[in-house]
T-cell receptor
Framework: QKEVEQNSGPLSVPEGAIASLNCTYSDRGSQSFFWYRQYSGKSPELIMF????GDKEDGRFTAQLNKASQYVSLLIRDSQPSDSATYLC??????????????FGKGTHLIIQP | DVKVTQSSRYLVKRTGEKVFLECVQDMDHENMFWYRQDPGLGLRLIYFSYDVKMKEKGDIPEGYSVSREKKERFSLILESASTNQTSMYLCASQLGSGTGTDTQYFGPGTRLTVL
């Protein structure tokens, strides 16, 4: 059974600080990892994807992947109130281009306090 | 930009009705997906399709069927709606296998209430 685990939160972070979101997954065969942001009442929107061990940076966002420990994390630097949302970690079992859907964690609710 | 549209944002149906949810993407994507999202349960895959007329069951296909007659359109069908199918339904599309990317793009969602 494929599982993706996240702390549901809420995670409260002061404005301007670094928010750290974590995710673990159960299947060592997982190849692709995604972070989505979902505002209340809206659909998920992609923030980042990562395939290889290590860090990947995009603006204020950094995704970190450690396949040996089966965890992936998302760091948000200089957190803004507009970053307040639920962050979903998603894992695709197949290597690039797999069409078997994504397994999602239940999401971490992040609150950035002004 | 990828655009995925869904036929309705809000839908109210009665128990036993046949319900059609439509999803259209405009980027010539090969793969399309239907998920439902419920509080405390997260997003769960119902069905997906990797080509016209091709479909695969996801994790929770019971009570649902799908249709993909054209590449751009993927329909979710509730043959006989029940109250436990009240949920947010999300459609997603993906470029295709072997393309070097498997990012999924979501439509705005349909909030279905079954009375």
């Amino acid at each position: 059974q494929k599982e993706v685990e996240q702390n549901s939160g809420p995670l409260s972070v002061p404005e301007g600080a670094i928010a750290s979101l974590n995710c673990t997954y159960s299947d060592r065969g997982s190849q692709s990892f995604f972070w989505y942001r979902q505002y209340s009442g809206k659909s998920p929107e992609l923030i980042m994807f990562i395939y290889s061990n290590g860090d990947k940076e995009d603006g204020r966002f950094t995704a970190q992947l450690n396949k040996a420990s089966q965890y992936v994390s998302l760091l948000i630097r200089d957190s803004q109130p507009s970053d307040s949302a639920t962050y979903l970690c998603a894992v695709n079992m197949k290597a690039r281009g797999g069409a078997d859907g994504l397994t999602f964690g239940k999401g971490t609710h992040l609150i950035i306090q002004p | 930009d990828v655009k995925v549209t869904q036929s309705s944002r809000y839908l109210v149906k009665r128990t036993g009705e046949k319900v059609f949810l439509e999803c259209v993407q405009d980027m010539d994507h090969e793969n399309m997906f239907w998920y439902r999202q419920d509080p405390g349960l997260g997003l769960r895959l119902i069905y997906f399709s990797y080509d016209v007329k091709m479909k695969e069951k996801g994790d929770i296909p019971e009570g649902y069927s799908v249709s993909r007659e054209k590449k751009e359109r993927f329909s979710l069908i509730l043959e006989s709606a029940s109250t436990n199918q009240t949920s947010m339904y999300l459609c997603a599309s993906q470029l295709g296998s072997g393309t070097g990317t498997d990012t999924q793009y979501f439509g705005p969602g349909t909030r279905l209430t079954v009375l």
